[in-house]
T-cell receptor
């Protein structure tokens, strides 16, 4: 089976840096995704890692360690609009379906 | 380019009623899926399709049917609604090429309440 763990809630200050962790225990790992979801809206794609290392996209970076079953999403220069839920999702084997964690609710304070 | 369109956005059903949630995409994506999202439980896969005429069950398929007669459309049918099916439903589509994976595009969701 699959088990994906994320912290339920995090709080950070505007302008700061925050790291959201995701650990997974799965068989047949074939990629990890991060999505952002604002309240009442659909998730939107942020990043994709399939190989170990860091992927950077502007203020957002995502890191993957397959041997440790671990990923993190790093958000720099936090803005109020970054307040949202961040979802970690894992893809297994050659299948296209994703298994999602429960999400981390990030609150950015002024 | 409309992306993934879901209708209706809101729906209230009585226990035992049936209905169809519509999902259409105009991006020629081969893969489509339905998820439900409940507080504290994340997104859970109901059914998915890898192309027209091909569907399969996900993690929580009971009480739902799907069909995929065209690439564009992937409707989700609730056969006999139950209060446990009160949830937010998301349809998603995706594609990949040899150059990479482009993730899912989600519809805006359908908020369903069963009373």
């Amino acid at each position: 089976g699959q088990n994906i763990d994320q912290p339920t809630e995090m709080t950070a200050t505007e302008g700061a840096i925050v790291q959201i962790n995701c650990t997974y225990q799965t068989s047949g790992f074939n990629g990890l995704f991060w999505y952002q979801q604002h309240a009442g809206e659909a998730p939107t794609f942020l990043s994709y890692n399939v190989l170990d290392g860091l992927e950077e996209k502007g203020r957002f970076s995502s890191f993957l360690s397959r041997s440790k079953g671990y990923s993190y999403l790093l958000l720099k220069e936090l803005q109020m609009k970054d307040s949202a839920s961040y979802l970690c999702a894992v893809r297994l084997g050659s299948a296209r379906q994703l298994t999602f964690g429960s999400g981390t609710q990030l609150t950015v304070l002024p | 380019n409309a992306g993934v369109t879901q209708t209706p956005k809101f729906q209230v059903l009585k226990t035992g009623q049936s209905m169809t949630l519509q999902c259409a995409q105009d991006m020629n994506h081969e893969y489509m899926s339905w998820y439900r999202q409940d507080p504290g439980m994340g997104l859970r896969l109901i059914h998915y399709s890898v192309g027209a005429g091909i569907t399969d069950q996900g993690e929580v398929p009971n009480g739902y049917n799907v069909s995929r007669s065209t690439t564009e459309d992937f409707p989700l049918r609730l056969l006999s609604a139950a209060p446990s099916q009160t949830s937010v439903y998301f349809c998603a589509s995706s594609y990949s090429t040899d150059r990479g994976d482009y993730g899912y595009t989600f519809g805006s969701g359908t908020r369903l309440t069963v009373v």
